[in-house]
């Protein structure tokens, strides 16, 4: 499995911008999909996840109601749209994937290489 995150840059607090990862290798039929952050000197922590297959969604509790992330079952994407953007929002971003019955498993086996989101004040 290959993972692949675009979509990072520079945005005003308040603004919004759109991460993409790409993936491949395999069917993703009862995967998990998820995007992670870690800022600087700090851990890298759960943002959101969706399940590939039925489409629900769980969100960090620092993201809900701003976050929304989902996916493109014909073109092996997953998004995660960023609105209303905080300084506190700076971070390198990653998505992950793992097979899993479960939305929230407690780790992943793949990963992508991160993109940087850097929210000015």
């Known amino acids: 499995v290959q993972l692949q995150a675009s979509g990072g840059g520079l945005v005003q607090a308040g603004g919004s911008l759109r991460l993409s990862c790409a993936a491949s290798?395999?069917?993703?039929?009862?995967?998990?999909m998820a995007w992670f952050r870690q800022a600087p000197g700090e851990e890298r922590e759960f943002v959101a996840a969706?399940?590939?297959?039925?489409?629900?969604?769980s969100y960090a509790d620092s993201v809900k109601g701003r976050f929304a992330i989902s996916r493109d079952k014909p073109n092996n994407k997953v998004y995660l749209q960023m609105n209303s953007l905080k300084p506190e929002d700076t971070a390198i971003y990653f998505c992950a994937a793992t097979w899993s019955r479960v939305l929230l498993p407690a780790s992943y086996d793949y990963w992508g290489q991160g993109t940087l989101v850097t929210v000015s004040s």
């Open positions: 969706v399940a590939w297959s039925g489409g629900r969604t």
């Open positions: 290798g395999r069917p993703f039929a009862n995967y998990v």
